[in-house]
């Protein structure tokens, strides 16, 4: 290993400017879901932009060899590049694209959305290739340690393995693809548990700390579930609808997971802060053990099989999304040809644009079936090793992944707690940035 003198010291300045403009940008963001404040993101964005700019050069220079600040170099400069900030913070308000009378019509909406959402994804195609990358999914990889080719054989895998049991449940539950979410909540039971009961008593036996970092919010008028991390694991806050089902119960448990994992971070400076790969398999193992620990089984079975649509419809979307970063004019067949493998009428095909993952938030949804995945290995693990004393599971999911944040990256973390998932390990070291040898 070289060492070079001048990198800790450059990671230190970068990181003393950059983690101030970050948290600021979480709690105006935050503030902008929850209490409908308009600050406009792109004053801070520029910001951000501005002190990446500066340190950019440095990643074709060897002067950095930390890792964490060159992912967040790499996934800023694109993100808060201003032409990319403006149409990125301009879809996140719809209300730019509605002309007439709420709520606006699907359709309607799409034809005026969709010029700016293949703007927006040739713009970060074209602003990865400057940094070297040959498309802007290959860049975000780059920055999880992982490969598209890796990620598109474990999606093929995972479609293949869950396809045939959703098709039985689409088909059994006469479930319709434009009313699908409806179909998660009519196929749970109801539940009378508050949400300070679910997060106390989950805590209580999964042994972990309740230092009051972490504050819910629970209110009928709001988005499903949303996780703030506005300071590291300072402040933390959960906005979430009341629970009334067992689907409330998985939505909730999923941001419990985000908040455990961040609030669980010692770590100083830039792990303090995550990928969306990390942050998102955090969440979708606490919902699978939550639901495992917390749940009857006529009710944990059901959270099972609305896993299973959720896992092919988020693999389907994810296999859909890479092609279309090769192609954004081709959406509708590329939309119409992967899902209508759900076996349901799709509808209308150029209604795609109006998914965020499409546009807010690119190249993300693939970490849920990641999660999803890692999740179920973790509960095989726990349950072989500790049977049903939880309290070791949580010292477990403490010791391995949430203690030191982002120090070592998820691939480092599962192939060190033994979690194989072998389309993926083995892919970590041999990843190397274009221009580096
Ligand atoms: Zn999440």
């Known amino acids: 290993m070289t060492m070079n003198r001048k990198s800790p010291n450059v ?48 990643l074709t220079e060897n002067t950095i060899n930390t890792h964490l600040m060159k992912k967040i170099v790499l996934r800023e400069w694109i993100e808060k590049h201003p032409e990319t900030a403006a149409l990125r913070n301009k879809l996140d308000d719809r209300g730019h694209y509605i002309t007439g009378s709420m709520p606006a019509d699907p359709q309607e909406l799409a034809r005026n959305i969709r010029l700016d959402v293949i703007r927006l994804m040739k713009l970060r195609n074209k602003l990865a290739r400057s940094l070297q990358f040959e498309t802007y ?91 703030g991390i506005l300071n590291g694991a300072r402040d933390i806050r959960i906005l979430i609808r009341p629970v009334k089902t067992v689907h409330g119960v998985m939505v909730f448990l999923h941001e419990l997971g985000h908040a455990a994992a961040h609030s669980m971070n010692r770590s100083q400076g830039l792990a303090q802060l995550w990928s969306a790969a990390y942050d998102e398999t955090m969440a979708m193992i606490l919902q699978l053990l939550g639901c495992k620990i917390l749940l009857e089984n006529e009710m944990y079975q059901q959270t099972l ?113 033994k979690i194989d998932i072998p389309q993926l390990s083995g892919k970590a070291e041999a990843l190397q940035h274009p221009d580096r040898p």
Request: hydrophobic share 35%; glycine share 4%; aromatic share 14%.
């Open 137 to 227: 999914p290959d860049l975000m990889l780059f920055t999880e340690d992982l490969s598209q080719s890796g990620l598109k054989s474990f999606l093929c895998s995972t479609l293949n393995a869950y396809l045939p049991e959703a098709h039985a449940i689409i088909k059994h539950r006469n479930i319709k693809w434009t009313t699908w979410f409806d179909h998660l909540e009519r196929m749970s039971s109801s539940v009378l548990h508050t949400v300070d009961d679910i997060h106390l008593s989950l805590w209580r036996k999964m042994g972990f700390p309740n230092d009051g970092n972490i504050k819910i919010i629970s209110k009928q008028q709001s988005i499903h579930g949303y996780a």
């Open 305 to 417: 099989e609305i896993g299973c649509l959720e896992t092919v419809r988020c693999t389907l979307s994810s296999l859909f999304e890479f092609k279309l970063w090769r192609s954004p004019e081709n959406g509708n067949d590329l939309y119409k040809k992967h899902f209508s493998r759900l076996g349901v009428d799709i509808g209308d095909d150029s209604l795609w644009v109006l998914d965020s993952f499409r546009s807010i938030d690119p190249v993300y949804i693939y970490t849920y079936v990641l999660g999803t995945k890692t999740a179920r290995l973790v509960l095989q693990k726990l349950e072989t090793i500790y049977q049903e004393r939880y309290a070791l599971w949580g010292k477990w999911l403490n010791d391995r992944f949430y203690a030191d944040g982002w120090l070592r990256p998820l691939m480092v973390k599962l192939r060190e707690a």
């Open 11 to 58: 990671a230190d300045g970068f990181s003393s400017h950059y983690l101030p403009l970050f948290w600021e940008r979480q709690r105006q963001q935050w503030e902008n879901y929850t209490h409908n404040t308009h600050h406009d993101l792109n004053t801070i964005d520029s910001e951000i932009f501005s002190l990446v700019d500066t340190h950019r050069k440095l």
